[in-house]
């Protein structure tokens, strides 16, 4: 059965997105970004040197894969725009994750703030898909401005304490029409089985990859676990009961 997942007119058939921090070095990031067959892969603008000097992460990227430069580091609307303006201008396509953090103790996106970034950016001609807190109001004005997605934490970034905000995030699935992509907080394999289970399109998982004893062996188990996951949720996932309910009749041959 054909599952992929549309965005903004691009057809990806993995869920598993990824990104590229805390790598040891750029020949096994680049070795786990093309083992993951992730085909979307964000990068913080910040990071990236202009210049295209011999340590350029951008060549690093495999070719088949999105790219999806992030704004991490703004702390306003204004900020993220100029961020997002110096990528597409870099010639870094204009896919854009946009990040908006004024917290330095939990690193916890500012929804305001993003919102005010995705309207002018989505009129700007971005594909815009905002990093955010989850919550359903914020998640409908982020849809209404015309977010290509919405990216709620599963927990603080870094954090690998996995889907910490579950029933909210459950509330969004259920209600908004744009694909919805947990990201932020998945530690591991299962916990984005959990995610794709729960309906969500795809997950977005970086830390837990790159500080992984085996980067690569870990990708790969991630990727297992997104498409285990999603076939789950596409097979209906039996109800659960308080009750016990036996597997096999009570009544029988026994009994006659």
């Known amino acids: 059965m054909q599952d992929s997942l549309v965005i903004a007119g691009e057809e990806l058939?993995?869920?598993?997105?990824?990104?590229?921090g805390k790598f040891a070095d750029h020949s096994k990031m680049k070795e786990t970004l093309q083992?993951?067959?992730?085909?979307?892969?964000t990068v913080a603008v910040r990071r990236v040197d202009l210049s295209g000097s011999d340590h350029y992460i951008l060549n690093d990227i495999p070719d088949?894969?999105?790219?999806?430069?992030?704004?991490?580091?703004?702390?306003?609307?204004?900020?993220?725009?100029?961020?997002?303006?110096?990528?597409?201008?870099s010639g870094m396509g204009n896919w854009i994750k946009i990040e908006v953090i004024t917290n330095s103790k939990y690193l916890l996106?500012?929804?305001?703030?993003t919102i005010k970034a995705t309207e002018?950016?989505?009129?700007?001609?971005?594909?815009?898909?905002?990093?955010?807190?989850?919550?359903?109001?914020?998640?409908?004005?982020?849809?209404?401005?015309?977010?290509a997605t919405v990216m709620p934490l599963g927990s603080p970034i870094g954090s690998n304490r996995g889907i910490r905000m579950k029933?909210?995030?459950?509330i969004m699935i259920e209600d908004i029409n744009v694909p919805i992509v947990i990201d932020a907080g998945i530690g591991r394999p299962s916990?984005?089985?959990?995610?794709?289970?729960?309906?969500?399109?795809?997950?977005?998982?970086?830390?837990?990859?790159?500080t992984a004893k085996d980067p690569v062996a870990m990708a790969k188990?991630?990727?297992l676990a997104v498409q285990a996951g999603r076939s789950a949720y596409m097979s209906g996932i039996g109800a659960s009961s308080t009750n016990a309910k036996a597997s096999s009749p009570l009544t029988g041959f026994l009994h006659s």
Do not use: C, W
């Open 64 to 89: 088949h894969m999105t790219l999806m430069p992030n704004t991490s580091g703004a702390r306003s609307a204004e900020e993220a725009i100029r961020i997002a303006r110096l990528a597409k201008a």
């Open 167 to 170: 029933e909210m995030i459950q």
């Open 109 to 113: 996106p500012d929804n305001e703030e």
């Open 13 to 20: 058939n993995s869920r598993l997105f990824v990104g590229t």
């Open 191 to 210: 916990e984005a089985a959990e995610a794709m289970e729960m309906g969500a399109d795809a997950v977005l998982v970086n830390t837990a990859i790159a």
């Open 35 to 41: 083992e993951s067959q992730s085909e979307v892969v």
């Open 120 to 147: 002018s950016l989505v009129k700007e001609g971005f594909v815009v898909l905002p990093y955010m807190s989850p919550d359903l109001m914020a998640a409908k004005r982020l849809e209404e401005a015309g977010a």
């Open 221 to 223: 188990a991630f990727d």
